[in-house]
């Protein structure tokens, strides 16, 4: 029996859960300055251009949902400062901010081209996000795709059908 994905309860939604605790406005840029390096707080305050209150607010959201870590640090003769890294579940977006750029470079990218290109830092190659399937087919954005309800599914009420 197929499944209309109309049919399923959209708040427990893997995107919908994953956008409200990246899709605020600074957070994304906010994990593409942590995956570039820069990790002290005045650091990401001056490239981002962000207020420091909004920055604060979202590196307490990113530590608090377990994707960044906050660390002391002292320079000699200053007061105590923090820093901030990736977690395992943080670097586990690096596909995501890989593809986002990839959607910018295509789309929006000005007459120049890409303003950054991403290489393997051991071989010098490219790098792209490939979509594929378990099977290893590789699969273009028009791909037919087929949703299935997961273990974690739940279905919407229905509305009473009336003859």
């Known amino acids: 029996m197929a499944t209309h994905p109309r049919e399923l309860d959209s708040t427990v939604c ?21 995956f570039n390096g820069v990790r ?9 251009g962000i207020a420091r209150n909004v920055l604060t607010r979202r590196l307490a959201t990113l530590v608090d949902a377990g994707l960044v870590t906050r660390r002391s640090y002292r320079e000699p003769g200053q007061r105590a400062r923090h820093e901030y890294r990736l977690t395992q579940a943080g670097h586990a977006l690096r596909p995501v901010l890989i ?15 890409p303003p950054v290109q991403l290489e393997h830092a ?39 059908v009336s003859d």
């Open 99 to 113: 593809a986002v750029m990839a959607y910018g470079d295509e789309h929006l990218a000005g007459p120049e081209g």
């Open 122 to 160: 051991d071989c010098g190659a490219p790098v792209t996000v490939r979509l594929e399937c378990a099977e290893g087919h590789r699969l273009d954005p028009t791909a037919r795709l087929r949703v299935r309800p997961g273990p974690g599914a739940r279905f919407r009420w229905s509305e009473p």
């Open 14 to 34: 893997s995107i919908a859960r994953t956008m409200e605790l990246i899709g605020q406005p600074w957070t994304m840029l906010v994990l593409r300055d942590l």
């Open 40 to 48: 002290r707080f005045d650091e990401l305050a001056e490239h981002l």
